[in-house]
């Protein structure tokens, strides 16, 4: 059996960064979530009756922050949902071409999300776009967004490049060995 090639640097350098900030940014802001979301429901509602004004928008964000840090992180994994019920059927030459032509497809439509995100946040202060309660406003959380779509689409050349080079996608490997 042959050794797998090692990936190139640009790849293990974007999986260790997207390790590290899904881990320490992902990981803070669900200790965030749990802990609030006890303290508020237990503490302040169920016990002393006054539940925290605005607890709602602050774990609506939260949620935004999670899902912005899992997209491109999901994309690396191979976490993302996909059907592969031709593949069985087409040649290995078929099935690597229409999986380039999916990937920039979606290349396509993510840097789209990603301008359209960061337009969203440069005119959501503008439009008063923010929460109901405490009113923080939408804007870095449309920049985060963004951010991610482009990260995401970053992966999606890096899956094209794989394909070429190789033929396949070596996907991250989240086991807790290598980091």
Not at 134 to 155: G, H, K, Q, R, T
């Amino acid at each position: 059996m042959s050794e797998p090639k090692p990936l190139p640097g640009i790849i293990r350098l974007l999986d260790r960064v997207l390790t590290w900030v899904s881990l320490i940014c992902g990981g803070a802001t669900l200790i965030f979530m749990t802990g609030f979301s006890v303290w508020n429901v237990l503490i302040m509602r169920k016990a002393l009756n006054a539940p925290i004004v605005g607890a709602e928008d602050l774990l609506i964000l939260s949620l935004v922050v999670i899902v912005a840090l899992s997209i491109p992180l999901g994309a690396r994994t191979g976490a993302h949902i996909e059907i592969e019920v031709l593949e069985a059927s087409m040649s290995a030459a078929f099935a690597k071409w229409s999986m380039i032509a999916v990937k920039l497809g979606g290349l396509v439509l993510l840097i789209v999300m990603a301008r359209q995100l960061w337009h969203a946040g440069e005119s959501a202060e503008k439009f008063g776009e923010t929460t109901q309660q405490l009113l923080i406003s939408y804007e870095p959380f449309y920049y985060l967004l963004a951010l991610s779509m482009a990260i995401y689409a970053v992966v999606l050349v890096l899956d094209i490049w794989q394909l070429l080079r190789s033929g396949r996608i070596v996907t991250l490997k989240v086991d807790g060995a290598g980091l």
